[in-house]
């Protein structure tokens, strides 16, 4: 496995990232009263739009990230910063009160099965991918060490 050559497909995980945060940040940017949110006012408009300019960042970040090497430090910080950020929000979001005014269904409701638990969901296993791509790409990091010494 030669260390000019250590891409994995499993990379495609930093453009998930984006997928999942790029819409609420566009959102927030550009019409952040429109968000389906509960009890909107000055300070959470806000606060919502700094926190949209982080994971704009954090998205710009991951897109220049996504075709780097797997063995770069740096990519690997970044994993780990994702998988430890993905995790969080998912834990937030699993025990937050309900927040967006909208149901799938009576069926759905009945069974505890919110956005905000859907929302969660999707960050949780964001987070799991960030991991499994970490530990999929270990070899490409262990060749470079080795060639290193």
Known sequence: MSA????SPLSAVFLLHIALEAPLA???FWSPQSLPFLQMNNTTVVMLKLYAALVTG??????LAYPLPEFLPGKRALAIGFCIY?????????QTPRFIPHT?????????????????????LLGLAMVVWWQATLQYAAVVRGAAQ
């Open 4 to 7: 000019h050559a250590a891409r």
């Open 26 to 28: 566009l959102q927030a």
């Open 58 to 63: 954090s998205c710009i970040t991951a897109f």
């Open 86 to 94: 993905h995790s969080v929000v998912s834990t937030i979001l699993f």
């Open 104 to 124: 799938l269904g009576p069926f759905f409701e009945s069974v505890n099965l919110t956005p905000e638990v859907v929302w969660g969901t999707f960050h949780g």
